[in-house]
């Protein structure tokens, strides 16, 4: 069962401070409760691990078993909410080098993603590495008009069509978008295309139990079932438990910081494969509270690697840093640490010792460096990671980010701040409409240079 530890937070958090805040939290969870948060347009994510019909979840288990049987990539084209969850849940459940297995030894076509940027050599190198590779495509767009993703959708498009002809590519091209607008759900009904929705009362980042996420981790095998009913018990302990509810614990502690002037929180990881998760982490925390000049900046370091690059820093830098630790328990996987003979590396003391010891004494060593060096610290344990922890972590974190983000008093579910780099970008790129602010932009750019 997942757990808030906050005892490391005893020298920069008072209990009257967690007894005033509780009274906000009450409220923030009443008002999502009721349906009155401010982005109540947005709150389909609340009930969706129970509000997901058994049907729709069989049409999207039943199009992975297809996909399975068509091709050995499945490129997922997506940027930012779109293809997060599914990167986070794979980095973190499947293999640590699914690119090195053939297909026998992963059982699954190796899923890559595509679109969550615009670097011509990734997409250069991805289309050399398919040529010779049997490809299906999972294009997701909510709107259906972001440009990364149009771009990448409109490359692998010519490259299926190319290879297959037009009638197979289509069979090949898997859509999934809002359930009744914008140009992907014309393209998916006029190309004849197998289609999913994203439900409209639900955002990108607060997306990843809906098709958007299930359909990648469907095709590279993920128990989707069991993802969603860990996130439904989540759902549960969340909307019941008023005195130990980890989520108030995490939002109450985290905004008595912010008060304070801890306004970066690191998420910590000590295994490589959350780093994806801190990425959606990073996406859900800090497009949901930074607006209005206000909000947490949400930053990730995974250790022990950082700890030999960002450890300098967290020990001894501008003191406006807190942690967030995530521990699992159970590694997983597990070594024993070899002894020999002539102990020439000095390592014997750890012989016959398990490396997830090691791991942990790091972690240990690490928190108690940190708060003796004023990082307050928080701990977010798991006892293990698999397909219905992980669904229900998922949930705790858009449950902790939306009370986060009432009590600090942002709509954590709009991102008015991303389109002032899209405007920018149409205008210097002459997309027509544009022609004032490009010539505009131009001049300051020509103006810069000088
Ligand atoms: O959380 C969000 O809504 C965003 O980060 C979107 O997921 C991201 O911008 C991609 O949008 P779309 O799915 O419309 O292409």
New binding site residues.
């Given amino acids: 069962m997942l757990r808030v530890e906050t005892n490391n937070l005893a020298k920069f958090v008072t209990e009257d401070e967690v007894k005033n805040i509780k009274p906000q939290l009450e409220l923030a969870a009443q008002q999502l409760r009721t349906r009155i948060s401010p982005g109540n347009d947005f709150l389909g994510w609340l009930d969706w691990p129970c509000d997901l019909e058994a049907v729709e979840l069989e049409r999207i288990k039943a199009a992975a078993d297809e996909i399975r049987t068509q091709c050995e990539v499945f490129v997922v084209i ?5 293809y997060l969850g599914a990167q986070a849940a794979l980095s973190a459940l499947g293999s640590t080098f699914p690119q090195l297995l053939n297909g026998a030894e992963r059982g699954a076509p190796l899923v890559l993603f595509a679109g969550h940027h615009l670097s011509s050599r990734y997409m250069a190198d991805l289309l050399d590495y398919l040529a010779d590779k049997e490809v299906a495509l999972n294009v ?7 440009t990364e ?1 149009a771009i990448a959708f409109r490359l692998l498009r010519k490259f299926l069509v190319e290879k297959y002809g037009r009638e197979e590519a289509m069979w090949r091209i898997y859509v999934t978008t809002d359930p009744n607008k914008g140009a992907l759900r014309g393209f998916a009904a006029t190309q004849g295309c197998t289609s999913f929705a ?1 439900p409209s009362d639900i ?5 990843v139990l809906t098709a958007v996420g299930l359909l990648p981790l469907a095709v590279a095998g993920v128990d989707v079932a069991a993802l969603l009913a860990g996130a439904a018990a989540m759902r549960e302990r969340l909307k019941d438990e008023k005195d130990d509810n980890p989520a108030y614990k995490y939002a109450a502690a985290r905004n008595i910081l912010l008060r304070k002037g801890y306004d970066i929180e690191i998420l910590v990881s000590y295994e490589p494969g959350l780093y994806y998760l801190a990425e959606w982490w990073k ?1 859900l925390f800090g ?1 949901s509270e930074g607006k209005n000049q206000r909000g947490i900046f949400p930053a990730a370091v995974n250790n022990s690697t950082d700890l030999h690059s960002m450890g300098q820093y967290i020990q001894e830098g501008r003191r406006a840093l807190f942690e967030t630790v995530l521990e699992i328990a159970e590694p997983g996987r597990d070594l024993s640490i070899p002894r020999e003979d002539d102990d020439a590396d000095q390592l014997n003391y750890l012989a016959e010792r398990p490396l997830s010891e090691v791991n942990q004494g790091a972690l240990e060593a690490t928190v108690l460096a940190h708060v003796d060096g004023g990082v307050p610290n928080l701990r977010i344990c798991l006892p293990k990671l698999d397909a219905s922890t992980l669904g229900g972590l998922f949930y705790f974190f858009e449950y902790s980010c939306a009370l986060s983000g009432l009590l600090n008093g942002v709509n954590p579910f709009d ?1 008015p701040g ?1 389109e002032a780099y899209k405007i920018n970008m149409f205008a210097l790129l002459g997309k027509p409409g544009y022609e004032a602010a490009g010539a505009e932009l131009r001049n300051r750019l020509n103006g810069e240079r000088v």
């Fill in positions: 997506g940027i930012g909410g779109s997701i767009s909510k709107s259906g008009t972001t993703p994203v955002g990108g980042r607060y997306s996406q497009e991102q991303v």
